[in-house]
Nanobody
Framework: QVQLVESGGGLVQAGGSLRLSCAASESIFSFNRMGWYRQAPGKQRELVAH???????NYAGSVKGRFTISRDNAKNTVYLQMNSLKPEDTAVYYC?????????WGQGTQVTVSS
């Protein structure tokens, strides 16, 4: 069972930055893909960004150019650097990994962007 622990959420003003971290309980080399999703109140959970085991990245159009996903293999951690934050980025952000076709989720971390 993969355990994921997220951190780094909080309250920030529009235009500000936050960095989310997701620490995994095992080597991230075993994951096919790692990513971040978010869910705003009353909305469906949506993909924000992901990075594959080969290092390929993919971003939602709404965050492209503002958010950057990266990983530190030595720390078994994936990051989401969020710049130029907007009120519409307010949501609970979830870390996700796929290992052998199984999805694992973190507990979520709240990001609130004030206008």
């Amino acid at each position: 069972q993969v355990q994921l622990v997220e951190s780094g959420g909080g309250l920030v003003q529009a235009g500000g930055s936050l960095r989310l971290s997701c620490a995994a309980s095992e080597s991230i080399f075993s994951f096919n893909r790692m990513g971040w999703y978010r869910q705003a109140p009353g909305k469906q959970r949506e993909l924000v960004a992901h990075i594959t085991s080969g290092g390929s990245t993919n971003y939602a159009g709404s965050v492209k150019g503002r958010f950057t996903i990266s990983r530190d293999n030595a720390k078994n951690t994936v990051y989401l650097q969020m710049n130029s934050l907007k009120p519409e980025d307010t949501a609970v952000y979830y870390c996700n990994v796929i290992k052998l076709l199984t999805n694992y989720w973190g507990q979520g971390t709240q990001v609130t962007v004030s206008s």
